[in-house]
């Protein structure tokens, strides 16, 4: 699969502030997420096969990849369109093993030297993560600012999604630092308007491209 992707959505049940998870999501979309990735660190593995089988449903009448985050059987389950990990989840070959070589994974990337390992050179994209630190995520070592999304482009051909704190203010800015893509979580799906939050983001993306 290519990379045209520009504005990826992460999915954060808790970032939903109690509303319909579902409702959420399409209202993301249609303001102009174009990849979403469901993560769901939570749930049995029944509920996220449910849950993501709902997800990408949705995401189908829009004609909108679904990549599910880490779990390799929850993606096999549901026929997704990816699969993400990082860099303490499942690897690359195992992925590859059970999903099939062209299957497209994801690798977070969370400092320079991973860019070396076999596992990157077989990712379909490289996840920079964080971009800027993050209240979602508190198990990270590096945050890379603009200066780093500069380095790695310098680095490598392969798509670069930007993710940790990425927000209407700052979207421009991480794309012209070389960032091929927003992730974003809490911007869209804590906005008092998924779809217009999501409609924001996409024009700062169109700015700077």
């Known amino acids: 699969m290519t990379f045209p992707f520009r504005l990826y959505m992460v999915t954060d049940q808790k970032a939903c502030l109690g509303r ?3 409702w959420v999501l399409e209202e993301a979309i249609k303001g102009g997420v174009d990849l979403v990735q469901i993560r769901e660190k939570e749930l049995l593995e029944r509920d996220f096969i449910t849950k993501a089988q709902r997800t990408i449903d949705i ?9 599910v985050n880490d779990s390799l059987s929850v993606a096999e389950a549901v026929n997704a369109d990816g699969v993400h990990i990082g860099q303490s989840d499942s690897s690359m070959d195992i992925a590859k093993e059970l999903l099939g070589e062209n299957f497209p994974v994801g ?3 969370g400092k320079l030297h991973q860019l070396e390992s076999s596992d990157a050179s077989k990712a379909w994209y490289y996840g920079i993560s964080p971009v800027f630190s993050t209240p979602t995520k508190t ?3 590096t945050e890379w600012g603009l200066e780093g999304i500069q380095s790695i ?6 798509p670069l999604v930007a993710i940790g704190n990425i927000k209407i203010d700052n979207a421009k800015q991480v794309i012209e630092a070389g960032a091929d893509c927003l992730a974003v979580v ?5 906005a008092q308007s998924p779809e217009k ?3 924001s983001i996409r024009n700062e993306i169109e700015k700077a491209i």
Do not use: G
């Open 197 to 199: 939050a999501a409609a």
């Open 59 to 67: 995401c189908a009448k829009y004609n909108v990849p679904l990549i």
């Open 186 to 190: 809490s911007a869209i799906c804590s």
């Open 153 to 158: 482009k310098r680095m490598t051909d392969k």
């Open 20 to 22: 319909d998870f579902f």
């Open 139 to 141: 198990d990270t070592i």
């Open 107 to 109: 690798l977070s990337i």
